[in-house]
């Protein structure tokens, strides 16, 4: 009798895998996604400023100035061209988003410096970008402060408070480390909740899920049949991520690889489940599909954590953060790949995701059993 | 001529029905765009600090209080060891530990100097960065409050000083809002041109009204270009609700030409949905047109600058990026908003937005086959 | 050569190593209603799309209004009509404005359109649905009307893919009647069917089986052929030596 269970979930599992694998398109985009976002996140976007296009204008073409912006030449931060300009052209410069800053020398800054001890530089920052405006002053700042401290070398202060740096698990401040947490959550959000929802969404629209619960499997296992695909899928784009991240972006993992795929896999069936609710309260593919797009993937990029600070957030939305499961499974995945943490880190993270998990599953079977009365 | 008035009518009278496109094309804006500017804040302000001071000597707690007054740092914890503190970055509950050792405040005096210890939780590399920036200033601020007690006048020469002048131009209190909003009208816009656009010739696939279009005397470019018009129309709309909310809600007035700006609009428009309606010819269902849609949205995103620097890409990410229809309007609308550009400083995004409008155009009417 | 409307000779359309119509050979005459019949998978949609212009075939020729099906397929468009398989008229759209689109699309002026609309509505006894959207009709009234609209612009010729799947007896018999109205108005009528007895309303038959024209003659003809007493039954001696299987 049990045998007879397992041969007919066996077979309606591998009619899910024939739909699902058999339209390459989607498949392509299931595997697209999270390639070409590891790539991005790795490769081509960073949080960090650098290479910025500045012009320097040296009217003093003195020693001091030109030692300075030797230095700014030098930083990683800064792109220079040198040139004189009027105040004009500076302008037209950075209208047309040639430049992002601008920074002038004075004709007597040298001879400022040396007899009145006091000399100015003035820099036009483009502030339609403040983070980038303030950062690239500061960069700007401590430049100077360096050429100074150079130059006082000699001099040496009395009573100073020198603090010792130490950048704990990336110390080369990448955006990857940040990044591919958070590209976790997105994608297991993706094709799970989305993806599944329109699956189920689409057999009721071809009205073969009728069909599916007169069969004689058990409502439940229909189910069940319905998101293996998905839960396997997801687990092997995990395990594509993970190698991605390791061998192409030199990110090891540095926790446990089994804690790690544990945790995967509950946060995979909050996800399951939270399409499979989607799927219920949708009658076509279309509102299905704007459902996950408005209730999940904007939450997930909005309040994980990962894009935007959550604590410049305003209070409310800091509230709502805490019911979403991807900042629970962000927070886990953080502390195992890159903080190589234990259980015990993260028992209280986990208990949340799993009780979120168990809440959304009780509420399936219950709108299930209501569907099928 | 005359089909295509046809064709424009049916699609106009279509979407115009369509009370759930129509609800998400005007709702989706006015809610996006009041949550988003909320949550896209990258300013890095409330550091948690967690503290071990070993030294408990008056110059510990002075530079503790100063710590605590800045307005970059939300509070902190005290603890007796750095194992302590440390949990408390593995809860996430601090970003930054100071330890301060034990003879902190004899040291510097009878010394000259001392160290203290900093330890920062990396993993967001730019808070990071900025947070040990700030607490860095910090203390050599107060270690010029040390200094000037202890010397008197005389006692050693005052160095030269170098001033920075700062000058921000175009945002001068530096609001968040003001470069943000602009960005996400661009997103918004560009999610709901290519969704729209993508999934609509793939629905008369689905429904099979192809079929009977396809026996029709109708030219491929009319029936494009029917398709087109319309959903330029509505985009249109949206970005003129984006810009209404941008100006009551936030108070955002383009400080450039606003026609300008709409004929920007007009030609990256026809670039997007060409874009779309490309993807639509590809697919044959419309859960593939939305995975691609989805796909290509997400990657324009990504590269487009709105959210991050395209300076900071490598070269290749760079070229990615001229190629992506979205990086030229995010651009341009970021110039015209805010700093007034004219004609003459959009004009390479202008070339670039036309050259990818033909190309996208002509590949989505030569792909799109009325026989098999 | 004029009163020919199709004319196929060895026409041939393969998918891969498929050969989904296999050297057809047969010609329609003006004015008449020929019938394609053969079971499901048998080649007789693919025929049809090809002559319509939707599909190139492989080898083999066909003309269709005079025009070659390779070189003149728009031509051939502005002078057919076609009724899919598939429900062809949009539902979220009213009858009128159906009628309005289609017409237009095909250069009907603006009082053409009025005239021949009302003509239509009040040949279809609909004229107080005009303003009714399309998925509220019951689905006989839905393919009466896409005939209807299918020969709004008075085409030479008029194909029908299974124009009557699913639909009752006595709305297929209505169905047929708009068939000989419009053949009786000079139109060739070209419908595919595997209702049997749809087939003994047509002035000749084809019958197709693994995409070869198996029998092709008017139905009294094939009837005396094979000496049976229905069409059914000449369809079931020829059909029982098919290979291939019905979808």
Known sequence: ?373 | ?372 | MSNIAIQADKLTKRFDDFTAVDAITFDVRQGEIFGFVGANGAGKTTAMRILCGLSIPTSGTATVAGFDVYKDAEKIKKNIGYMSQKFSLYEDLTVMENITFYAGIYGLSNQEIKDRGAELLTRLGIEHEAKTFVASLPLGWKQKLAFSVAVIHRPKIVFLDEPTGGVDPVTRRQFWDLIYEAADRGITVFVTTHYMDEAEYCNRVSVMVDGRIDAFDTPANLKKKFSVESMNEVFYQLARGAKRKAD
């Open chain 1, 1 to 373: 009798m049990k045998n007879a269970v397992w041969k007919q979930l066996y077979a309606f599992i591998q009619k899910e895998f024939y739909h699902v694998f058999r339209d390459r398109k989607t498949l392509l985009m299931l595997f697209g996604i999270p390639i070409a976002q590891v790539l991005l996140f790795g490769f081509v976007l960073s949080n960090e400023i650098k290479n910025s296009k500045i012009v320097v204008c040296d009217y003093a073409k003195d020693y001091a100035s030109q030692e300075i912006i030797r230095k700014i030449e030098a930083s990683k931060y800064f792109n220079v061209q040198k040139a004189t300009l009027t105040h004009d052209q500076i302008e037209a410069s950075l209208r047309s988003g040639d430049i992002k800053m601008a920074v002038i020398f004075p004709a007597d800054f040298y001879s400022d410096l040396s007899h009145l001890n006091k000399a100015q530089i003035q820099v036009i920052a483009d502030a339609s970008d403040p983070n980038t405006a303030t950062t690239l002053s500061n960069y700007l700042t401590s430049i100077i402060n360096d050429y100074q401290a150079e130059a006082l070398a000699q001099t040496k202060k009395p009573y100073s408070i020198i603090p010792q740096v130490k950048m704990l698990y990336n110390p080369e401040l990448l955006g990857a480390p940040n990044f591919v947490p958070g590209v976790m959550a997105l994608v297991l959000m993706l094709i799970c909740a989305m993806m599944t929802a329109v699956a189920i969404v689409k057999e009721k629209e071809m009205g073969t899920m009728e069909i599916l619960l007169v069969s004689p499997l058990k409502p439940y296992l229909v189910i069940i049949a319905k998101t293996i695909p998905y839960l396997l899928i997801s687990l092997l784009n995990l395990a594509a991520i993970l190698l991605m991240s390791v061998f192409l972006l030199n990110l090891a993992i540095k926790g446990s690889v089994i804690l790690l795929f544990a945790e995967s896999t509950l946060f995979i069936i909050s996800c399951l489940a939270l399409g499979l609710l989607i799927s219920v309260g949708s009658t076509s593919q279309m509102s299905a599909m704007m459902t996950s797009q408005m209730s999940l993937m904007l939450p997930t990029m909005m309040l994980t954590g990962f894009m935007f600070p959550i604590e410049n957030m305003p209070f409310w939305m800091q509230g709502i953060s805490y019911i979403v499961p991807s900042r629970y499974y962000y927070t886990i995945v953080k502390a195992v790949m890159l903080e190589g943490l234990g259980f015990t880190a993260i028992w209280r993270e986990t208990l949340v995701l799993a009780g979120i998990t168990l809440v959304l599953v009780v509420i399936n079977v219950r709108s299930f059993k209501i569907r099928l009365a």
């Open chain 2, 1 to 372: 001529m005359r089909t295509l008035r046809f064709l424009l009518q049916k699609e106009f009278r279509q979407i115009l029905r369509s009370r759930s496109l129509l609800i998400s094309i005007i709702l989706g804006p006015v809610i996006q765009l009041t949550l988003l500017p909320l949550a896209a804040n990258f300013e890095v302000k409330k550091i948690a600090v967690a503290v071990v001071d070993h030294d408990h000597s008056t110059y510990s707690n002075k530079l503790i209080a100063k710590i605590y007054a800045s307005k970059y740092f939300s509070g902190g914890t005290y603890h007796s060891s750095y194992e302590a503190a440390n949990k408390m970055i593995e809860q996430n509950k601090a970003d930054i530990i100071l330890e301060i050792p034990q003879g902190f405040e004899r040291n510097l005096v009878r010394e000259g100097h001392e160290e203290v210890y900093v330890a920062v939780n990396a993993i967001n590399g730019t808070k990071a960065g900025v947070g040990s920036g700030y607490l860095g200033a910090i203390v050599a601020d107060f270690n010029q409050d040390v200094r000037l007690q202890w010397n008197q006048p005389g006692h050693f020469s005052e160095a030269p000083t170098i001033d920075v002048v700062n000058a921000n131009w175009y945002n001068p209190f530096m609001s968040y809002f003001l470069f943000m909003v602009p960005g996400l009208i661009v997103s918004l816009l560009t999610g709901i041109g290519a969704f729209s656009a993508s999934l609509n010739i793939v629905k008369e696939k689905e429904i099979g009204t192809i079929e009977q279009i396809n026996v029709t005397p109708i030219k491929k470019h009319h029936f494009i270009l029917g398709k087109l018009i319309p959903y330029w129309v509505l985009s249109m709309f949206v970005f003129t609700i984006g810009m209404l909310v941008s100006r009551f809600a936030y108070g955002i007035v383009p400080v450039g030409n606003i026609g300008l700006l709409y004929g920007f609009l007009s030609a990256y428009l026809i670039t997007l949905l060409g874009a779309g309606l490309l993807i639509s010819t590809y697919s044959d269902t419309q859960q593939q047109a939305v995975s691609l849609a989805f796909f290509f949205v997400l990657v324009f995103n990504m590269i487009s600058g709105v959210f991050t620097s395209i300076d900071s890409m490598p070269d290749w990410g760079k070229a990615l990026s001229y190629l992506s229809p979205m990086s030229h309007f995010a651009a341009v609308m970021r110039m015209v908003v805010l700093k007034g550009s004219t004609f003459h400083d959009i004009q390479p995004h202008f070339i670039a937005i036309i050259i990818l409008g033909i190309v996208f155009n002509t590949w989505a009417v030569l792909n799109y086959r009325k026989t098999t």
